[in-house]
Antibody, heavy 119, light 110 residues
Framework: EVQLVESGGGLVQPGGSLRLSCAAS????????MHWVRQAPGQGLVWVSR????????NYADSVKGRFTVSRDNAKKMMYLQMNSLRVEDTAVYYC????????????WGPGTLVTVSS | QSVLTQPPSVSAAPGQKVTISCSGS????????VSWYQQLPGTAPKLLIYEINKRPSGIPDRFSASKSGTSATLGITGLQTGDEADYYCGAWDNILSAGVFGGGTRLTVL
C-alpha cells in the first residue's frame, strides 16, 4: 500500500525556517517524481515544488523561489522541503504528493502537515 | 487568482448530473493532460481523473471528463450526497514550468 506521511510542520515566526519531511513507503520511491502542494486555510490548492526521481531537476512556484529548496534521499525514501525566510502568507497545510508514472496527475497524497507563520 | 478558471460552486439534486468546467490556455490545458481531484471536508485531495479521462482503481464510472482545446470538463452522474465536496482541476504549465490548479468548485447535492 502506497503511503506518504509528512512531518515537521508547526508554528514559526516570520523570517524563520522549517524543514518538512515526507516519508514514502509501499512503492519504488526512486522511480517517481514528487511534488509539494499547499493549501492555505479555507483556500484552494497551490502547487509549490517538483523534484525529478533522480534529483536532476527541480522547479518552484514564483512565490517560493529563492526561499524554499526541495530535495530527496532515495535510499531513505524521503523527500524534504527546506523553507527559509517564511512569511505569514506561507501559512498552509503542506501536502507531499506522488505523480503518476506518466506524470499526468497526482495519484497519492499524504495527510498534510500544517505550517503556521505568525508572530 | 488561479491560472485555471473554475466556477466557485455548482449544485444539483440527488440522482441528477452535473458538470464542472475548467478553462486554461495553450500553455497548460491546451498542450498537457488535465487531472481532476475531489476533496472531502477535512481530508487530503483524491485523484479522480488523469490523462484526460482515465480513472484510478476504485473511482466509479459515474465520474468522467473531457477536454476540448484549452478547456476541460468534469461530469458526475447519479449524484449522491456523498459527492458533496470541493473539486479541482490541475495541469502542468509549460511557460511557468509549474503546476497549476483551478480555484476549486464546491458541489452541493440539494
Amino acid at each position: 500500500e502506497v503511503q506518504l506521511v509528512e512531518s515537521g510542520g508547526g508554528l514559526v515566526q516570520p523570517g524563520g525556517s522549517l524543514r518538512l519531511s515526507c516519508a514514502a513507503s509501499g512503492f519504488t520511491f526512486s522511480s517517481y517524481w514528487m511534488h509539494w502542494v499547499r493549501q492555505a486555510p479555507g483556500q484552494g490548492l497551490v502547487w509549490v515544488s517538483r523534484i525529478f526521481n533522480d534529483e536532476s531537476n527541480t522547479n518552484y512556484a514564483d512565490s517560493v523561489k529563492g526561499r524554499f529548496t526541495v530535495s530527496r534521499d532515495n535510499a531513505k525514501k524521503m523527500m524534504y522541503l527546506q523553507m527559509n525566510s517564511l512569511r505569514v502568507e506561507d501559512t498552509a497545510v503542506y501536502y507531499c504528493v506522488r505523480v503518476t508514472f506518466a506524470g499526468s496527475g497526482y495519484d497519492f497524497w499524504g495527510p498534510g502537515t500544517l505550517v503556521t507563520v505568525s508572530s | 487568482q488561479s491560472v485555471l478558471t473554475q466556477p466557485p460552486s455548482v449544485s444539483a439534486a440527488p440522482g441528477q448530473k452535473v458538470t464542472i468546467s475548467c478553462s486554461g490556455s495553450s500553455s497548460n490545458i491546451g498542450n498537457n493532460d488535465v487531472s481532476w481531484y475531489q476533496q472531502l471536508p477535512g481530508t487530503a485531495p483524491k485523484l479522480l481523473i488523469y490523462e484526460i479521462n482515465k480513472r484510478p482503481s476504485g473511482i466509479p464510472d459515474r465520474f468522467s471528463a473531457s477536454k476540448s482545446g484549452t478547456s476541460a470538463t468534469l461530469g458526475i452522474t447519479g449524484l449522491q450526497t456523498g459527492d458533496e465536496a470541493d473539486y479541482y482541476c490541475g495541469a502542468w504549465d509549460n511557460i511557468l514550468s509549474a503546476g497549476v490548479f483551478g480555484g476549486g468548485t464546491r458541489l452541493t447535492v440539494l
